[in-house]
Structure formats: structure tokens, C-alpha cells
Nanobody
Framework: QVQLVESGGGLVQPGGSLRLSCAAS????????MGWYRQAPGKERELVADISSGGRTNYADSVKGRFVISRLNAKNTVDLQMNSLTPEDTAVYYCNVEYFEPLFRKLLEVWGQGTLVTVSS
């Protein structure tokens, strides 16, 4: 079983930056995609950014040019560097990892517990 631990959320002023980190641990055979999602109050959870095992990245239009996702395969970690934050970025951010489970011979996914990011003056 794979567990995720997130860190790095908090309160930041508009225009500021934050860095979120997520570490996967447990019975890891191989990790496929890693990503970050967010859910604002009253809204559905949405993809912020994800990154494939080969390093290919994908971003939501609303964060392109401001956020950067990166991963360290050797440490099973994925980070999200968030710059030029606006109040519209306020949300609970969730780490998501897709991994191969050899016992079931299929891809499974796991979610982190979520970390709150509040952008406010």
C-alpha cells in the first residue's frame, strides 16, 4: 500500500509564492503519473498540474506560466512551485499518485490528505 504525505500549505499574500511537497512511501513497485489537484469552497476538485514518469508536464490553463511541477523519481516526491498567487488560487491542494500494483497487475491511485493554501492580504 502507498501513502502520501503533503506539506507546504499556508497563508500567503497576493503575488507571493508557496511550494508544496508530496512524498510517497510504502510498498512502491513503480510510480506512473504524479499530480496536484485543488478544490476551492463550493467547487469541484480540479487538476492543477501533473507530470508523467518521463517528465512530461500538463497544466491547467489558469496556472500556466505561474506554477511549476517537478518530481524526483529516486525519492518518490513531487513538488508544486506556485508563484504570483492570487486569491483565486485559494483551495485545498491534494497530491495524487498513480502507481502499478503488481499484486493486482493494475494501476491504482492514491490521494494525499490535502493541504490548505490561502491567498489573502
Amino acid at each position: 500500500q502507498v501513502q502520501l504525505v503533503e506539506s507546504g500549505g499556508g497563508l500567503v499574500q497576493p503575488g507571493g509564492s508557496l511550494r508544496l511537497s508530496c512524498a510517497a512511501s510504502g510498498s512502491i513497485f513503480s510510480i506512473n503519473a504524479m499530480g496536484w489537484y485543488r478544490q476551492a469552497p463550493g467547487k469541484e476538485r480540479e487538476l492543477v498540474a501533473d507530470i508523467s514518469s518521463g517528465g512530461r508536464t500538463n497544466y491547467a490553463d489558469s496556472v500556466k506560466g505561474r506554477f511549476v511541477i517537478s518530481r524526483l523519481n529516486a525519492k518518490n516526491t513531487v513538488d508544486l512551485q506556485m508563484n504570483s498567487l492570487t486569491p483565486e488560487d485559494t483551495a485545498v491542494y491534494y497530491c495524487n499518485v498513480e502507481y502499478f500494483e503488481p499484486l493486482f497487475r493494475k494501476l491504482l491511485e492514491v490521494w494525499g490528505q490535502g493541504t490548505l493554501v490561502t491567498v489573502s492580504s
